[in-house]
């Protein structure tokens, strides 16, 4: 074993494990990033666990239960640079959803013996319990950007991640307008690029799984879809989907509903 190599985590909290896969799908690409790298913890992969610190922890999902907070708590400790992986981690996931519903009553319909669920009344990001240095957007995580935020760190670079829009994405791959060609509703004018524009290339609204861009217009958004025949409970659930506390906490900031 090469103590020389700087140490690989990969952590795991309420999430479906979607994003931990992407870094399993990335095949050669993981096996060349394995090369440069001690993967330390990374159970999906491997049941080999070694001791912290840890110099790069990857962090899937969100915080949903007492311990998951107190284990956040103990992964910051350990961990140099700490980078959330996809919308559970970066904005509390669709399970986020429970924020606007009540909990107790949820377990009483749903589990035969609701007193032994131990759950807290929200979901919430990892940035809502520690310091984050580096999220990644979407559901799931984008790869490249994976790779390229890893590379980035073992170069000693900082790494370069997208702050504008899906919109732009689609304009830069001269990918014509779902929303003027076909009056179909999209978040891409306000919603984080790095996904490559999947949805608008399949003639498909954006869905926002990568969560709001760094300045979103929503309330001219509102408007635009509201034009293609959505009605304002519809916008608001949109908005609520992937990436729930996200666009809540902006619209509940600049006093809009949509």
Not at 29 to 55: C, K, N, Q, T, W
Not at 213 to 242: S, V
Request: charged letters at 20%; aromatic letters at 6%; one cysteine or more.
């Amino acid at each position: 074993m090469d103590v020389s190599k700087p140490t690989l985590a990969v952590w795991k909290l309420a999430s479906c494990d979607g994003c931990q896969l992407t870094l399993l799908d990335c095949e050669d690409e993981l096996l060349a990033v394995a090369g440069r790298v001690r993967i330390a913890h990374f159970l999906e992969a491997s049941r080999e666990v070694l001791p912290g610190p840890y110099d790069i922890s990857l962090v899937e999902g969100s915080v949903t239960t007492a311990a998951d907070a107190a284990r956040i708590r103990a992964i910051r400790e350990q961990s140099r640079t700490l980078i959330t992986l996809g919308a559970c981690a970066t904005a509390g996931g669709i399970q986020a959803l429970r924020n606007h519903a009540d909990v107790a009553e949820y377990t009483s319909l749903v589990y035969a013996h609701p007193e032994y669920i131990a759950t807290l009344a929200t979901s919430t990001p990892i940035a809502a319990h520690v310091d984050v240095d580096y999220e990644l957007h979407g559901c799931p995580i984008d790869r490249g950007q994976l790779l390229g935020v890893i590379s980035a760190l073992l170069a000693g670079r900082k790494p370069d991640l997208p702050a504008h829009s899906v919109c732009f994405e689609c304009k830069r791959r001269h990918r014509v307008c779902v929303v003027v060609a076909h009056g179909l509703p999209c978040l891409g004018p306000v919603t984080r690029a790095g996904c490559g524009a999947i949805c608008p290339a399949q003639q498909r609204g954006c869905y926002g799984c990568f969560g709001p861009m760094e300045t979103p217009n929503l309330a001219a958004e509102a408007e635009l879809l509201g034009a293609t025949g959505m009605a304002p409970d519809d916008i608001d659930r949109l908005y609520r989907l992937f990436n729930t506390t996200a666009f809540a906490d902006l619209l509940d900031a600049a006093g809009e509903k949509s």
